[in-house]
């Protein structure tokens, strides 16, 4: 197949990162193979994002009707940074100069020198990449105790509770009912049985309801991904939009009063509803790198498998055609 004259060395294999999807895009430049391959990823990409924002959304409505989240809510304006051509470390880069002009200026929305920054975008862009380096950044450059927020811990809480309460119903025959446990009332006392706040000395969600009493830093690894929780999150996620999003924006903002950067990444359904004039959305000019890198991500992966150190760069390139090949078989 037609290479470039880019190195894919060893190294750069190694890394697993932008730098070698980058260098696994410029080999395979005039590659129709990779070029199949790519624009199945590429929609497989976009189909699930769909899908994802469909589902979303429909958890905002239902947030909406409940009276759980204001429907007029109107966010501050995002600004959109093509990552086209972009390092991760360029595309944060941008983005600081962005939050430092605003907390000269005093417009950065934050308090004793905290804030928050809010990321979106497509799958593809870079988002954990751009958020794993303004982390970096901002630690070592900036001197800011910084911490990237998820919801995800919030979703598993409330599934252990909801899991929990059914647990003690005998009517539930010990057995998950979403219809008797996920009533409006039932999420309003889950909720409450939550507290955001500083225990022993560090920030971190308390668990305090129905017999259990808990701290998430310290069962984020095991109560909360026990088989009984993880398999009933996509039940629970689906009704409680509203209240994790109310719950994860107070959360925010009391670590942000703390003096803590707070980074955000995620669907825009859902952020939206956290106060902070640092929205920024990833787009690509070039919507076929989505799928490019999504593909060259996967090669990189399986050739790694098959290569040892000191692997010359003949033995990588065959390692990579192999790969392509068997992909390319099953698109």
């Known amino acids: 197949m037609p290479r470039t004259t880019k190195k894919l060395t060893y ?26 391959l790519s624009e199945s990823e590429g929609r497989d990409i976009l189909q ?8 979303l959304r429909l958890g905002i ?6 009276g759980v989240l204001d429907p007029n ?36 929305g934050s308090g004793g020198g905290g804030g928050v920054v809010v990321l979106c975008g497509l799958s593809g ?33 409330v599934t252990l509770l909801a899991v929990t309460w059914c647990e003690m119903q005998d009517e539930c025959d010990g057995k998950f009912d979403p219809e008797r446990a996920l009533t409006k009332e039932n999420l309003a006392s889950f909720m409450g049985m939550l507290e955001f706040g500083k225990f022993n000395g ?13 701290l998430v830093s310290e069962v984020q690894n095991t109560a909360l991904k026990a088989p009984k929780v993880s398999k009933n999150i996509p039940t629970v996620a689906e009704v409680t939009q509203g209240e ?46 989505i799928g490019k890198r999504r593909a060259a991500q996967r090669l990189a992966a399986g050739a790694l498998g098959e290569v040892g150190a000191g692997a010359s760069e003949e033995d990588i390139a065959m390692a990579l055609d192999g790969q392509l090949a068997k992909m390319v078989m099953e698109v």
Not at 61 to 66: E, F, L, V
Not at 129 to 154: P, Y
């Open 202 to 214: 560090k920030f971190d969600i308390k668990i305090c309801g129905l017999g259990l009493d808990l």
């Open 244 to 289: 994790v999003v109310l719950f994860a924006s107070d959360a925010i903002a009391k670590m942000g009063e703390d003096g803590i950067f707070v980074l955000l990444e995620g669907r825009e359904q859902t952020v939206n509803y956290v106060r902070t004039p640092l929205r920024f959305t990833l787009t690509l000019s070039d919507m076929s790198l």
């Open 73 to 108: 809510f109107v966010p501050e304006e995002y600004i959109a940074i093509d990552v086209l051509g972009k390092s991760p470390c360029d595309v944060a880069d941008e983005i600081l100069e962005i939050v430092r002009r605003g907390r000269r200026d005093g417009e950065d």
């Open 61 to 66: 409505d239902i947030a909406m009707a409940k």
């Open 11 to 36: 190294e750069i294999l190694m890394e697993q990162n932008a730098t070698t999807t980058d260098a696994i895009i410029d080999h395979y430049s005039s590659s129709s193979d990779f070029v199949l």
């Open 125 to 157: 862009t870079g988002k954990g990449t751009t958020v794993a380096t303004l982390q970096e950044k901002l630690t070592k450059e900036d001197n800011k105790r910084v911490v990237c927020w998820s919801n995800g811990n919030v979703f598993r809480s």
């Open 48 to 55: 699930r994002d769909d899908e994802d924002a469909t589902k």
